[in-house]
């Protein structure tokens, strides 16, 4: 009986480590930032299956006025969003079969460049021809540990999903500490030479005072002898 129950552990733990690769690669997230010139514009694509979920976050890290244009556009050609010199935004859509385009504008600046961070959230991304539920059938059994694998399975997800969130919002929350420490070290530039073209204009008010008290009291007349 030890020898069985130690045979059913080891399949089962076997057929789990197979079906839980499935299981997360269900939500898919990835994130780039990148550098958009001057009077660009720039476009992306991402393949995406029917019936699941797409999530667009992207923020405006450096560059004069922190904005861009942004628009998300579906396989067949019609424009999803279209937003116009944002410094963030997050959009979500339910997806059919083909490429969805979104593009970021920086046409409307001829002189300054800008810093750009995007994240891509995908969800309901199963492999094809692969059921979620198709693990099920292998587990038959499982009874005799006293062991319920579709509870362990919820939980591991569930724990998978926060751990996700968590991950996504670090990231969210770093890129907008880099957009942050970009305006203050530009306002810091600012408030430098602010500071030294008030000085040198306080220097040279200064000396024309001087200039003109000392020419006010010069004696100007010749005493003949």
């Not at 990148?34 to 699941?52: I, N, S, W, Y």
């Not at 062991?147 to 919002?169: C, F, H, P, W, Y």
């Not at 430098?192 to 000085?199: I, L, P, R």
């Amino acid at each position: 009986m030890d020898v069985a129950r130690m045979l059913l552990c080891l399949f089962s733990v076997l057929v789990s480590e197979k079906f839980l690769v499935a299981a997360f690669s269900q939500s898919l997230v990835s994130d780039f930032t990148f550098t958009l010139p001057a009077g660009r514009k720039e476009c992306f694509f991402q393949t995406m299956k029917k019936d699941a979920s797409l999530e667009i976050e992207y923020q405006v890290l450096d560059g004069a006025g922190l904005d861009v244009d942004f628009s998300l556009s579906s396989p067949t050609g019609n424009v999803l969003y279209s937003e116009h010199r944002k410094s963030d935004g997050v959009y979500t859509v339910e997806t059919e079969d083909g490429d969805y385009m979104f593009c970021f504008d920086n046409s409307f600046s001829a002189v300054s460049e800008k810093i750009i961070f995007f994240e891509l959230l995908m969800d309901n991304m199963e492999q094809e021809g692969e059921e979620p539920e198709d693990w099920k059938e292998y587990v038959h059994g499982t009874d005799m540990l006293d062991m319920k694998l579709e509870d362990i399975m919820d939980t591991i997800n569930s724990v998978k999903a926060r751990l996700g969130k968590s991950l996504q919002i670090q990231t969210v929350l770093k890129a907008f500490e880099a957009r942050d420490r970009n305006l203050q070290e530009s306002n810091y530039d600012r408030v430098n030479m602010w500071s030294m073209t008030n000085m040198l204009v306080m220097m040279l008010v200064t000396g024309v005072q001087v200039y003109l008290i000392r020419a006010l009291f010069e004696d100007k007349r010749h005493v003949r002898t």
